[in-house]
């Protein structure tokens, strides 16, 4: 145990919140142990959770929050340990219906079908019927508006789903859950599309449907909400259980010492900087806004590395993918090493000078059944030929260069990428970005899902990158990814609240993007 761990964990076993256990825990999972492969997704991780109380679980990414979620929801079986649910064990995975009556999961992605009414996404597949086994449209919208007020959930059962806002959704999300008999109701990131006022109302159902013997298990990034809503939290870290204890005893510091795992003494050791104050920045953007951020205005400089941090639904991402012209902002400026490309055009932002790591690179950073020597080339036309004509020649000349430059680990240059390992397809995708000796790097999230030393090795070439003069933004919630930066913005809400310096410790930088106030 860590320093960190020994530091915020007040007993061996989960603490409970001070309230009189009302019979057995509404779920209780011990010694859950998962894996995908050679991965740990949980080790021996634990949670209880009693009746009539919201326990918050929190964690990093690559914590274990989503694989327990699945495990308590009975999406996938535990390879060691024991669900069980008032006392009772978990159901066979095959009997969707009984796990239905026991725990219902309203995901940030809404499971509401928008071209069916709201009556119909309530009652699907199991609407009442009249005479000749007909669908009973009546009775279905009737048990529909008797559910909705049972639940003062204030929706018209008529209503097409597609016209509902996000708050009405997740609360036909909730109704439809209780009407399975389940009261133990599993929110993951209900605010994170929510304004503060819709945030104030999900609240106050949360509230009352505690005080009529609802359950709730709360996950959330923003741990300023756990100490608003919640009575207990959990803190996972690195698939493992580190610390159950009452919310009001658990100060702000140890609850983002037990999620980071360093101490608040620690320190970290930064590169020296390479910022070249005389040349003209990287990049200057100014005023952008748009739907999810907005008057947004920083600069990166030549050499220099600057980090846009944030939880999910900070803005960080929706920022970069409108510097490199995925996105255009409804207002503002970018400016890619003293020229304006056209707003919401790659073309112009790759032409102004700008190389790009997108955030998926399955989806969007390369094209899995062309060869090596193509996907790294794809951004560099003028490079292999002219008047539309491409050299074979000159394409593979340059990929060997960048399979040699990224060590990129293939036989040759008309290999698939789908062939590649995680590590090496996302070589091929930052090759790309340095093929044409940007002016700006812009990397989203550029380690997910690789292997440690493909992780090293990449964010080795992006030092040395920016050693040479190429600015660099880094887009990513991973500490890892942000070490290296001269300075961090941080990213709260859609807006830019926090810069911080180098030399930052861990578990400052996670409280500012979590909109913690260590202070409080």
């Given at each position: 145990?860590?320093d960190?761990?020994r530091?915020?964990?007040?007993a061996?076993?989960p603490?409970?919140s001070?309230?009189?256990p009302a019979?057995?825990?509404?779920?209780?999972?011990m010694?859950?142990?998962k894996?995908f492969g050679?991965?740990?997704?949980?080790?021996g991780a634990?949670i209880?959770?009693?009746?009539g109380?919201?326990?918050?679980l929190?964690?990093?990414?690559g914590a274990?929050?989503?694989t327990?979620?699945?495990v308590?929801?009975?999406?996938?079986?535990?390879?060691?340990?024991?669900?069980t649910?008032?006392?009772?064990?978990a159901?066979?995975?095959?009997?969707?219906?009984?796990w239905?009556?026991r725990v219902?999961?309203v995901y940030q992605?809404?499971t509401?079908?928008?071209?069916l009414?709201?009556?119909?996404?309530?009652?699907?597949?199991?609407?009442d019927?009249g005479r000749?086994?007909?669908?009973?449209?009546?009775g279905?919208r009737?048990?529909?508006?008797?559910?909705?007020?049972?639940?003062?959930?204030?929706v018209d059962p008529q209503t097409?789903?597609?016209?509902?806002?996000?708050?009405q959704?997740q609360?036909?999300?909730?109704a439809?859950?209780?009407?399975?008999g389940?009261?133990f109701?599993?929110?993951?990131e209900?605010?994170?599309?929510?304004?503060?006022?819709?945030i104030?109302?999900?609240?106050?159902?949360?509230?009352?449907?505690q005080?009529?013997?609802?359950?709730?298990?709360f996950?959330?990034h923003h741990?300023?909400?756990?100490?608003?809503?919640c009575?207990?939290?959990?803190?996972?870290?690195?698939?493992r259980?580190i610390?159950?204890?009452p919310?009001?005893e658990?100060p702000?510091?140890?609850?983002v010492?037990a999620?980071?795992?360093?101490?608040?003494?620690?320190g970290?050791?930064?590169?020296?900087?390479?910022?070249?104050?005389?040349a003209?920045?990287?990049?200057?953007?100014r005023?952008?806004?748009?739907?999810?951020?907005?008057?947004?205005?920083?600069q990166?400089?030549?050499?220099?590395?600057?980090?846009l941090a944030?939880?999910a639904g900070?803005g960080?991402?929706?920022?970069?993918e409108t510097?490199?012209?995925?996105?255009?902002?409804?207002?503002?400026?970018?400016?890619?090493?003293?020229?304006?490309?056209?707003?919401?055009?790659?073309p112009?932002?790759?032409a102004?000078g700008?190389?790009?790591?997108?955030?998926?690179?399955?989806?969007?950073g390369f094209?899995?059944?062309?060869?090596?020597?193509?996907?790294?080339?794809l951004?560099?036309?003028?490079?292999?030929g002219?008047n539309?004509f491409?050299s074979?020649?000159r394409r593979?000349?340059?990929?060997?260069?960048?399979?040699e430059?990224?060590?990129?680990k293939?036989?040759?240059?008309?290999?698939?990428?789908?062939?590649?390992?995680?590590?090496?397809?996302?070589?091929v995708?930052?090759?790309?970005?340095?093929?044409?000796?940007?002016?700006l790097?812009v990397?989203?999230?550029p380690t997910?899902?690789?292997?440690?030393r493909?992780k090293e090795?990449?964010?080795g070439?992006?030092e040395?990158?920016a050693?040479?003069?190429?600015?660099v933004?880094?887009?990513s919630d991973?500490?890892?990814?942000?070490r290296?930066?001269?300075?961090?913005?941080v990213?709260?809400?859609?807006?830019?609240?926090?810069e911080?310096?180098r030399?930052?410790?861990?578990?400052?930088?996670?409280?500012?993007?979590?909109?913690?106030?260590?202070?409080?």
């Amino acid at each position: 145990m860590d320093d960190a761990e020994r530091a915020v964990s007040p007993a061996p076993g989960p603490v409970d919140s001070g309230r009189a256990p009302a019979g057995p825990p509404v779920v209780e999972a011990m010694g859950i142990v998962k894996r995908f492969g050679p991965t740990v997704a949980l080790n021996g991780a634990r949670i209880i959770i009693r009746p009539g109380e919201t326990h918050a679980l929190v964690g990093r990414n690559g914590a274990g929050k989503s694989t327990l979620v699945s495990v308590l929801t009975g999406l996938q079986a535990p390879d060691e340990g024991t669900v069980t649910f008032g006392g009772e064990p978990a159901p066979r995975l095959s009997d969707r219906d009984a796990w239905r009556r026991r725990v219902a999961c309203v995901y940030q992605k809404s499971t509401i079908i928008p071209t069916l009414t709201v009556a119909e996404n309530l009652f699907l597949n199991r609407h009442d019927h009249g005479r000749n086994r007909l669908i009973s449209w009546q009775g279905v919208r009737r048990r529909a508006q008797e559910l909705l007020t049972t639940w003062s959930v204030d929706v018209d059962p008529q209503t097409p789903a597609s016209d509902l806002s996000v708050e009405q959704r997740q609360f036909v999300e909730i109704a439809r859950a209780l009407s399975f008999g389940a009261r133990f109701i599993i929110l993951d990131e209900p605010t994170a599309q929510l304004d503060g006022a819709a945030i104030q109302r999900l609240f106050d159902r949360i509230r009352d449907l505690q005080r009529q013997g609802v359950t709730f298990l709360f996950i959330s990034h923003h741990l300023q909400e756990i100490y608003e809503i919640c009575d207990m939290v959990t803190v996972f870290r690195d698939a493992r259980h580190i610390v159950t204890a009452p919310v009001a005893e658990l100060p702000r510091t140890e609850l983002v010492a037990a999620m980071t795992g360093e101490a608040a003494a620690a320190g970290r050791e930064n590169r020296a900087s390479t910022l070249d104050p005389g040349a003209t920045a990287a990049l200057s953007v100014r005023g952008l806004s748009a739907g999810t951020y907005g008057d947004v205005t920083f600069q990166v400089g030549a050499g220099e590395i600057v980090g846009l941090a944030g939880a999910a639904g900070s803005g960080r991402t929706e920022v970069a993918e409108t510097v490199v012209g995925l996105r255009a902002g409804a207002t503002g400026e970018v400016e890619i090493a003293g020229n304006r490309p056209r707003p919401g055009s790659v073309p112009a932002a790759l032409a102004a000078g700008a190389g790009f790591v997108p955030q998926d690179r399955h989806h969007q950073g390369f094209v899995p059944d062309m060869s090596i020597a193509d996907n790294s080339t794809l951004s560099v036309p003028k490079r292999l030929g002219s008047n539309g004509f491409l050299s074979r020649g000159r394409r593979d000349g340059l990929a060997r260069e960048m399979i040699e430059r990224l060590a990129i680990k293939t036989p040759g240059p008309e290999l698939p990428v789908s062939a590649l390992s995680g590590g090496n397809q996302q070589k091929v995708v930052m090759a790309r970005a340095l093929a044409d000796d940007p002016k700006l790097l812009v990397l989203i999230n550029p380690t997910a899902g690789v292997d440690v030393r493909s992780k090293e090795f990449l964010l080795g070439k992006v030092e040395e990158t920016a050693d040479a003069g190429t600015g660099v933004l880094i887009a990513s919630d991973e500490l890892d990814d942000l070490r290296m930066c001269d300075r961090v913005l941080v990213m709260f809400q859609g807006r830019v609240t926090n810069e911080i310096a180098r030399g930052w410790h861990d578990h400052d930088l996670v409280a500012a993007m979590e909109g913690v106030d260590l202070d409080a």
